[in-house]
């Protein structure tokens, strides 16, 4: 159990995807523009991360090792497919909002680089736990990046208005202030001492 | 086949939607192999050839395998199958025909799979020119145009990152900000830049 425990802890904090390992990049700065947005997204690759772990975990002595990444991509795209017509069908907003990222979770480096360095080489329980464990610690990063944009670029939290029309700095929720806030929430984790150099 | 809108595809991938700088696309290479100029056009020249390929191929399978089977909804499974099998076969042929590109672009070239940016642009092309009723080889011209000008804008941005970045190395920076964090500080003063064409249309 206190293993089990360490598997999921781990990705919330020493190797974080966002702010350690700086993986999955792309949907993490593309939308990161609402919270509503961005947890969607994480729960989204949580939900591949769990599941496309414990496929590969399962199979891990049937795949030949010469063949092993395009077994994963499959693994990883029907799990990807299936997530993709889901919210298709249950939340078309947020299908909307999110556009091409969700068939794009399929080329997250978080999902191939766990299925490979974790996954593959270790049981069905562990791999599930580690799978969920850099989810949520995905998805943090991707909420916490999505808040402050939210709040200094549209000037509300999760759709909730607080600020007034001139106090807030519409940048923020374009391009550039994505790369602004990574840049510098990044520096400040390394600052801080929460992820590895 | 207007002139007019092959223009605006291509003033539109490289400026204006940039897919690093404004659509976020292939931000990993952007920021792992931007540190040398020469590795940066290496990968920028691998880019754009495969995702010109894979446009041209999967516009192909879309528009002959998968809508007359009624299977569209498989596509993300095939594009990245198609992708990654391109990959691997130009990786071989280089390997066998041309020892000096494959020193010069080899360990590029299986990153190139994992890079959202090839399928992205699959999956735009897709969206954008293949609606029900659209004419199909035009749709498949279209695909080639909008794959061949996002190539050249990821090229143009991923050089005039990698030009910054060889001069930021001799700036005294805070340890916490060095490497990866300048990078995202840079790309972002690089990105409000580009926003200076969002007016422009055709």
Redesign the interface.
């Known amino acids: 159990m206190k293993s089990l425990i360490k598997e999921f802890s781990k990705g919330i904090t020493v190797l974080n995807p966002t702010f350690g390992l ?2 999955g ?2 949907p993490t ?2 939308v990161s523009t609402s919270l509503f947005n961005a947890v969607g997204m994480g729960v989204a690759a949580t939900f591949v991360l769990v599941f496309s772990n414990l496929i590969i975990s399962a199979l891990r002595n049937f795949i030949p090792a010469r063949i092993r ?2 077994s994963y ?2 693994i990883i ?2 799990f ?2 299936v997530c ?2 889901g919210i298709k069908a249950y939340l078309p907003g947020l299908s909307k909002s999110l556009g ?1 990222f969700i ?2 979770i ?4 978080i999902i ?1 680089a766990r299925a490979e360095a974790f996954a593959s080489r270790n049981r069905i329980l562990p791999s599930i736990f580690d799978g969920l464990g850099m989810g949520v610690g995905f998805t943090l990063g991707i909420a916490i990046i999505a808040f402050i944009r939210e709040l200094l670029g549209s000037g509300s939290i999760a759709g909730i208005g607080l600020l007034k029309s001139n106090e807030f700095i519409l ?1 923020m929720i ?7 806030t ?3 929430l ?3 984790s ?2 801080m001492g929460l992820t590895k150099r | 086949m207007e002139i007019s809108r092959i223009i605006s595809i291509a003033i539109s991938m490289v400026f204006i939607n940039n897919f690093i700088l404004s659509k976020f696309l292939g931000l990993c290479p952007f920021l792992g192999v931007s540190r040398r100029t020469q590795a940066a056009f290496s990968m920028g020249i691998a880019v754009i050839f495969v995702m010109v390929f894979s446009a041209l191929l999967t516009s192909l399978i879309y528009a002959f395998v998968l809508v007359p089977l009624n299977i569209v909804y498989l596509r993300t499974i095939f594009f990245i199958l198609i992708i990654a099998a391109f990959v691997q076969l130009i990786e071989m042929v280089i390997r066998k025909k041309s020892p000096a590109l494959y020193k010069a672009l080899g360990i590029y070239l299986p990153l190139i799979t994992t890079n959202c940016a090839v399928l992205g642009v699959a999956i735009l092309n897709i969206n954008e020119f293949f609606v029900p009723g659209a004419p199909v080889y035009a749709g498949i011209l279209y695909s080639i145009i909008q794959a061949f000008f996002a190539g050249i804008g990821f090229c143009v941005a991923l050089l005039l990152m990698s030009g910054i970045r060889e001069r930021l190395e001799f700036t005294d920076t805070p340890i916490s900000m060095k490497g990866i964090p300048v990078a995202f500080i840079v790309a972002a003063i690089m990105s409000l830049a580009f926003m200076g064409f969002s007016g422009f249309k055709l």
């Open positions: 700086i993986l990049l792309c700065l593309a990444l395009p991509i499959v795209a029907t990807v497919t993709e017509l091409i068939p794009l399929v080329v997250n480096c191939m940048v374009l391009a550039p202030g994505a790369l602004l990574m840049g510098l990044i520096a400040l390394r600052l």
